[in-house]
DNA sequence: GGATAATCGAGACGGTACGTCGCGTCTTCAT
DNA sequence: ATGAAGACGCGACGTACCGTCTCGATTATCC
């Protein structure tokens, strides 16, 4: 029918998507609205019913349909949270707890690298580290969502391995002049290219292997 | 007169998008087929409107109707071809000509491999790298089509590659014991972390940075 | 993303049709469904889309593709409310109040029958008693649809000539032992041979001329 | 494509579906063709297989794809024979023998016609009956082969009817002044209108209800 | 404590695209 | 020229999800 009787303006900009998906309830707004609050167990179960249909079928097996009924919810109540579904995809991956924790620190920041990639490896040879890829990969690149997205799963530990070189450079462990950038892209694009491509498995020995060869370049 | 004393079984599996979506004209099979056959006009004017639609929108708009439409072709014959969306994309981008071709040999075969990680690298930057990228992470790896996409793009450089590094290796020009498919993971692997997450450009200087700083770790 | 891997359950069985088709509203279920409820506005626009359609080209003319356009609403809204065409276009034919009326009350109830007949030929004369008659063939007799589109159309008006033809002969204007349902399908078969076979026109004349006969076989 | 390179016209009006549908062998062309002759076999093996769809699954069943299928006969063969799907159907219907004999003569008139009337409710009451049926209804009226059709299987019967009132009018045993074409639609009408409306049984009982009340109108 | 307001479950709605089926035409090779 | 095979343009089918909208029914805060 399509009758729009009452143009209404957008009823008022609701700070859903950016703050929620980044899940820092931090930002709680002072201000208490005046009706009935979001119930945060709904949002958590709308994020288990996204991981859980992820991890059966895929991030296609995610649908905004699918996780409603999954999670007992109505489907605007999962727009109230995010505004699409790969909001909603990535909200629930980056909800979850099980991230590569910063490695216990060895003696040798050289050590603590190789240690952490280890730790990175083993999140992305499961089957959420292929779901985090691919929805990497796929989603438009300049959104804040998928920004936050990449930062969180991939550039963080990457900043971590940053600190860790400088500090080995400081050290002297490394010799003068090399590119860290560089090198930091040199292990952490190893790790995600065999991941994507599958010519080959990822496995500790890999990672060893691959650790030591790059710092060999960063060496002599 | 051809009685049916057989009842007829399901008319067959065709091996329609497999060896056709390869673009492989070697597998042309010797039995003539009965019926009139393919038009290969009709292939490539469908494949031509999937890569015009990429083109204009990302893999995203690339839908079957709009592919079918544009090429003046109806539904069913796209259907006849490839099996599903993600097979004509993935055709129609590996039927395009525009690859990077294999150096013109320098006289140093660490030069050439410089030379190709700069042809990968643009073509990588492009809009239809960008394509290519998403529909690799999109797609289900093990998917004929997908194996053969990968290697298409992918895999094939850098078996172009291990050949470069393997000659500079028995010409005395690398260390002994090195990890050739390693370091091959470190150079193109750094490529596609750029292009995937996007903390930094690919340009030139940071081609020629990668792979000096990679052949330096395969040296003394 | 969208590739549905899992096909999911069928969802349920909805006894949308069945109720709604008949048109009979006394069935209206005292339970309140929960979720926004269906617009009558809606159902109306598809059924006057519908008739305009199989004015214009008869029933083969009603697809749901352009009952859908035609009313402004998306296609899985029409399925909503009837499972396929046949239901559609029944449902269309049957909302329609033009339907020949009880013949306001002569004196005589034999009089009455005629005047009765005469209507329901007008009715299949025009361009709607067409499109009824080859609905009803086309059918699936066993339908539920069906049987009230059947029963709608031409056994109430059957109905009805039962309770005159019962009036007439305890009034004692007709002859013992007469076979009523015969008779009654002399009358009204007659009018739906003619309809269907056009090796004769139907007129008043032949109306009269058929009740006459008929009532004659049913005097001494 | 779509490219009519040769804007060829229609090569030769054939006078494939009118002679052929009615089956009638007798008008053979006595000038005999250039190429390989059509094959009657090719022709009844076309018919034997629609009739067999039709058994299985009504008229709606027979689709020109099955039909060729079943056949063993390619789609455009099917089409050189007949132009459509109708016309095959009925066609198939047609070139069965299985039709109400002309009764073997009674000594009377009357008797001859409840006996034919009878035949007529047989064939009626099979599964054929209710093809033929439907396919009249559904039919354009004014198509040669729709015409040809309904002649075939019921205005033939009509006729052969009609020749046994006069009869038996000629015979004194009816009273002057009566409506044949009337008492004819009677009869067959009321066959009809319960094969289509379903209301009620046909049986030889009703069928001799049936002709007695008739026969009764037309004598007092 | 009663009005007010946002939330929630449910599900109808306008769309867009899916992948399939059948039509009737065409093109090919073999007979 | 006929025939089997089957590709082709076309149009419609019925289904899956999208993201939005309306319902009645909860909860909260505010007056």
């Known amino acids: 029918?399509?009758?729009?009787?009452?143009?209404?303006?957008?009823?008022?900009?609701?700070?859903?998507?950016?703050?929620?998906?980044?899940?820092?309830?931090?930002?709680?707004?002072p201000v208490r609205g005046r009706g009935r609050p979001r119930s945060p167990q709904i949002r958590d179960a709308i994020l288990r019913a996204a991981r859980a249909l992820m991890d059966e079928a895929g991030p296609a097996g995610l649908t905004m349909e699918a996780v409603a009924e999954r999670a007992g919810v109505g489907k605007p109540t999962v727009y109230r949270w995010w505004p699409n579904r790969h909001a909603v995809a990535m909200a629930a991956l980056m909800d979850d707890a099980a991230l590569p924790k910063a490695a216990a620190r060895k003696r040798s920041p050289l050590r603590a690298l190789e240690q952490q990639m280890l730790a990175v490896s083993e999140t992305l040879a499961s089957r959420q580290g292929r779901n985090v890829t691919a929805m990497i990969a796929a989603a438009d690149p300049d959104t804040e969502v998928a920004k936050a997205f990449r930062h969180h799963f991939v550039l963080a530990r990457r900043s971590e391995g940053r600190a860790l070189i400088e500090e080995a450079a400081q050290a002297g462990e490394l010799r003068a002049g090399l590119d860290v950038e560089v090198a930091l892209d040199q292990l952490y694009g190893a790790l995600f290219f065999r991941m994507l491509m599958g010519h080959a498995g990822i496995d500790a020995g890999f990672v060893r292997a691959l650790v030591k060869q790059v710092v060999r370049g960063l060496t002599a």
Chains 1, 2, 3, 4 share one sequence.
Do not use: F, H, I, Q
């Not at 029918?1 to 707004?29: C, D, F, T």
């Open 1 to 29: 029918m399509r009758v729009p009787v009452k143009p209404v303006v957008k009823p008022v900009l609701k700070p859903n998507s950016a703050a929620a998906a980044a899940g820092s309830p931090a930002a709680a707004s």
